[in-house]
């Protein structure tokens, strides 16, 4: 198994992290990715294409609160969590 590992950074200020597991040898997948504003806040609106398809749309995080966030949620707020995102099959959402 392999994981992708993403990172954003907006202006120095902000930032959402997220893990894409690989659960094939030879997997090859799709990333699209788009940060925009909605409500005065920065968002990431991700699809990832392939075996193991991913859409997504989050707010991102203030790097002053970073230390509190473990996954984007409050350390002690994350037992619905997995892989850094509630489960839901995107075609769902």
Do not use: W
């Amino acid at each position: 198994m392999e994981r992708m590992i993403f990172f954003f950074v907006y202006n120095d200020s902000c930032y959402y992290q997220f893990r894409h597991f690989k659960t094939h040898c030879n997997q090859v997948d799709s990333y699209f990715f788009k940060v925009f504003v909605k409500e005065k806040k920065i968002y990431l609106n991700a699809e990832i294409d392939g075996t193991d398809p991913m859409i997504f749309e989050r707010p991102f995080n203030l790097i002053s609160n970073a230390e509190i966030l473990r996954c984007n949620s409050p350390i002690n707020d994350d037992a619905y969590m997995y892989n850094m995102l509630e489960l839901v099959e995107p075609k769902k959402k």
